[in-house]
């Protein structure tokens, strides 16, 4: 199993707060990314990175920012927390963006926005 | 941008075989992929497929046909733990590095 964690599990907080998740990896893989999970839309893509201060947008940015300051950290913030981000949150790491670039999920962290 | 299409839910019975079909439009084919995610749990890697035909492992194969953008995959022996979300993802020389995945197929196994 790939070493990811995600801390915390499991958040409850109100809206209008800042929350910051953390995706910590021991794999030293390049790539990293942010999914948020929610019934009936599947996995969808929040921001991902493919290196150290390299980041850029998924399909579902908006209200979410990312870091990258070392390669075995990836900090997803939620500036501002309102309740449409009540999700299950996965990071994911992968060794290549090439021909078999396979994702290895971590636990997830539950948010729930009051 | 790409679509990705997998039924809902599907129920079969232990020991029989599942088929779990997944089409996608995607410009740029660049590889599928087949991930379990039991309830609460993280998605774990199932197989992948870039070319036509067919990748076996075990009880599990999954099979690919480009001309038709069609994968499907296949359970065979059926046992209560195959109980689970089955989700399809592709990926694309379009969105470079990321993969598009579908909502996820549940599965529910009967005794």
Redesign the interface.
Known sequence: DAGITQSPRHKVTETGTPVTLRCHQTENHR?M?WYRQDP??????IH?S?GVKDTDK?EVSDGYSVSRSKTEDFLLTLESATSSQTSVY?CAI?DS?G??????????TRLLVL | GQNIDQPTEMTATEGAIVQINCTYQTSGF??L?WYQQHAG?????LS?N?LDGLEEKGRLSSFLILSKGYSDLQLKDLQMKDSASY?C?V?STDS????Q????TQVVVTP
């Not at chain 2, 749990?41 to 890697?45: D, G, I, K, L, N």
């Open positions: 790539y990314y009936g839309h599947g996995l969808r893509l991902y493919y998924g996965f992968s963006a021909e078999q670039e396979t994702q290895y999920f971590g636990p997830g | 660049n590889g992929f749990e993280a998605p774990t890697f992948y870039v989700l993802a990926s470079w590095g990321k993969l995945f579908g909502a996820g």
